[in-house]
T-cell receptor, first 110, second 109 residues
Framework: DTEVTQTPKHLVMGMTNKKSLKCEQH?????MYWYKQKAKKPPELMFV???????INESVPSRFSPECPNSSLLNLHLHALQPEDSALYLC?????????FGSGTRLTVV | GQQLNQSPQSMFIQEGEDVSMNCTSS?????WLWYKQDPGEGPVLLIA?????ELTSNGRLTAQFGITRKDSFLNISASIPSDVGIYFC?????????FGTGTSLTVIP
């Protein structure tokens, strides 16, 4: 299995909702990442987990809460989001060299 | 984070033409990567480069790791309509990757 799987593919949520994004990989990669991407812009790093420990938090607002339950899973919990948080959220994993990206979750906050 | 400057920002070319784009940084990187992203999808790795001066091909794609380790180049030969998309370079240092600003490629049949 050489894929990173993200669910759901699309999500529409209200500003008072709580939702979660999920990411799964079975390549044995020990680093996993969350990125936020606006249209036609490069991905912006949000969080890095290394060996299931949060190693980098790029000053992301607390309404985004990451979780790494085990070496294969990465979650992003969402609460009280703003319309400007609407974007494509990408998960990636890596081992030694390049990233493998998931196909993303298209999030719309209404 | 670090900014990688990618140029050109966009390209409109005729099918069959060759394409060149590049990525420059003020910092040295140990690895350079080139990704292609289709609308609504995640980036897909095209080519990875691991040492200065390295020239690597993947089908019609050729990429080079600059001698100074501060730049990289991607060439696409004989473009076809499915080459349309946004191309991102990325430089790696340690466990972090930094993305270029992207080159949007449009291929006119």
């Amino acid at each position: 299995d050489t894929e990173v799987t993200q669910t759901p593919k699309h999500l529409v949520m209200g500003m008072t909702n709580k939702k979660s994004l999920k990411c799964e990989q079975h390549m044995g990669h020990r680093a996993m990442y969350w990125y936020k991407q606006k249209a036609k812009k490069p991905p912006e790093l949000m969080f890095v987990y290394s060996y299931e420990k949060l190693s980098i938090n790029e000053s992301v607002p607390s309404r985004f809460s990451p979780e790494c339950p085990n070496s294969s899973l990465l979650n992003l919990h969402l609460h009280a989001l703003q319309p400007e948080d609407s974007a494509l959220y990408l998960c990636a994993s890596s081992q030694d060299y390049g990233y493998t990206f998931g196909s993303g979750t298209r999030l719309t906050v209404v | 984070g670090q900014q990688l400057n990618q140029s050109p920002q966009s390209m409109f070319i005729q099918e069959g033409e060759d394409v060149s784009m590049n990525c420059t940084s003020s910092s040295i990187f140990n690895t350079w990567l080139w990704y292609k992203q289709d609308p609504g999808e995640g980036p897909v790795l095209l080519i990875a480069l691991y040492k200065a001066g390295e020239l690597t091909s993947n089908g019609r794609l050729t990429a080079q790791f600059g001698i100074t380790r501060k730049d990289s180049f991607l060439n696409i030969s004989a473009s076809i309509p499915s080459d349309v998309g946004i191309y991102f370079c990325a430089g790696r240092t340690g466990n972090q990757f930094y993305f270029g600003t992207g080159t949007s490629l449009t291929v006119i049949p």
